[in-house]
């Protein structure tokens, strides 16, 4: 079981996988204090010999509504995506779910959390506004209790965790690591927390390159993101773009896209 993983600490810590020890890495050479920073973690695709035109889509549902309008186009296109859902948004949800457990051959449904807590270890600390964990205890119920509704709802465990605003700091991304989780990044940032204009989501589309890990929202049907996604989406089905699901690959982090913005904004 995988959420005994955590307590297995000995047997996890000779197969740490090496993904974990560069982000570690990357974090223990930020600075003195590194621990204070919260970092974006930014992935591609681990390089494979087969076409360079993967990509891959990674949808948040984080609390919210459902966007059917967005489901039902990639269902009819049958473009396969990673859903990052949380807890909170599952129960709200139920025909949401309904409709993503009649295509789970299309849809990856990974780990976003119980509440939409940020993966941000420390009394009083914020991202975006939005409160952290206190301890890790917290962060630890965060993570397993998301993922136990995931299984309880699909009958699959997830394996992927991306935190709530997909800002983290040293500490919980080595607890994450070691509840057995492997943390997903992004590359391209397709339309800011559903917050962007039709046009700026085809544009931020139209620069996709093979290897990118795309991210965007599913749980805003009121914004921009379904009529946005749906153009760039068919202008990468037109460039020969294949889709591919996080449960399908790996991912590789992009050291040099460290957020410094995020670290300059927690250290004040
Ligand atoms: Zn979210």
Same mark, same amino acid.
């Given at each position: 079981?995988?959420?005994?993983?955590?307590?297995?600490?000995?047997?996890?810590?000779?197969?740490?996988?090496?993904?974990?020890?560069?982000?570690?890495?990357?974090?223990?050479?930020?600075?003195?204090?590194?621990?204070?920073?919260?970092?974006?973690?930014?992935?591609?695709?681990?390089?494979?010999?087969?076409?360079?035109?993967?990509?891959?889509?990674?949808?948040?549902?984080?609390?919210?509504?459902? =966007?059917?309008?967005?489901?039902?186009?990639?269902?009819? @296109?049958? !473009? +396969? &995506?990673? $859903?990052? #859902?949380?807890? /909170?948004?599952?129960?709200?949800?139920?025909?949401?779910?309904?409709?993503?457990?009649?295509?789970? =051959?299309?849809?990856?449904?990974?780990?976003?959390?119980? @509440?939409? !807590? +940020? &993966?941000? $270890?420390? #009394?009083?600390? /914020?991202?975006?506004?939005?409160?952290?964990?206190?301890?890790?205890?917290?962060?630890?119920?965060?993570?397993?209790?998301?993922?136990?509704?995931?299984?309880?709802?699909?009958?699959? &465990?997830?394996?992927?965790?991306?935190?709530?605003?997909?800002?983290?700091?040293?500490?919980?991304?080595?607890?994450?690591?070691?509840?057995?989780?492997?943390?997903?990044?992004?590359?391209?940032?397709?339309?800011?927390?559903?917050?962007?204009?039709?046009?700026?989501?085809?544009?931020?589309?139209?620069?996709?390159?093979?290897?990118?890990?795309?991210?965007?929202?599913?749980?805003?049907?009121?914004?921009?993101?379904?009529?946005?996604?749906?153009?760039?989406?068919?202008?990468?089905?037109?460039?020969?773009?294949?889709?591919?699901?996080?449960?399908?690959?790996?991912?590789?982090?992009?050291?040099?896209?460290?957020?410094?913005?995020?670290?300059?904004?927690?250290?004040?």
């Amino acid at each position: 079981m995988k959420q005994s993983g955590y307590f297995a600490d000995e047997s996890f810590n000779k197969m740490k996988p090496l993904r974990y020890v560069i982000l570690v890495m990357m974090l223990a050479t930020l600075s003195v204090g590194a621990e204070q920073h919260t970092v974006e973690i930014h992935d591609q695709l681990a390089p494979q010999t087969q076409s360079n035109l993967r990509v891959a889509l990674t949808l948040d549902a984080c609390s919210g509504k459902y =966007d059917g309008d967005l489901i039902n186009f990639l269902i009819l @296109n049958q !473009i +396969p &995506a990673t $859903i990052f #859902a949380t807890k /909170k948004w599952l129960d709200k949800n139920p025909f949401g779910l309904s409709v993503i457990k009649a295509h789970l =051959d299309l849809f990856d449904v990974e780990d976003h959390g119980e @509440n939409h !807590i +940020p &993966a941000v $270890i420390g #009394a009083g600390r /914020k991202v975006y506004g939005i409160p952290g964990e206190p301890d890790v205890i917290h962060l630890r119920r965060e993570v397993i209790e998301g993922a136990r509704a995931i299984e309880e709802a699909t009958g699959v &465990a997830p394996h992927w965790y991306r935190g709530a605003t997909a800002e983290y700091n040293q500490q919980a991304i080595e607890e994450i690591g070691r509840l057995g989780y492997k943390i997903a990044g992004f590359s391209v940032n397709a339309d800011t927390g559903a917050t962007l204009k039709k046009v700026a989501i085809e544009q931020r589309l139209k620069h996709v390159k093979g290897g990118d890990v795309i991210i965007a929202h599913m749980n805003r049907p009121a914004s921009d993101s379904a009529e946005g996604l749906s153009v760039g989406l068919t202008h990468l089905l037109k460039k020969g773009f294949v889709f591919v699901r996080l449960d399908q690959v790996e991912l590789m982090v992009i050291p040099e896209k460290i957020d410094k913005k995020s670290q300059r904004r927690d250290d004040r």
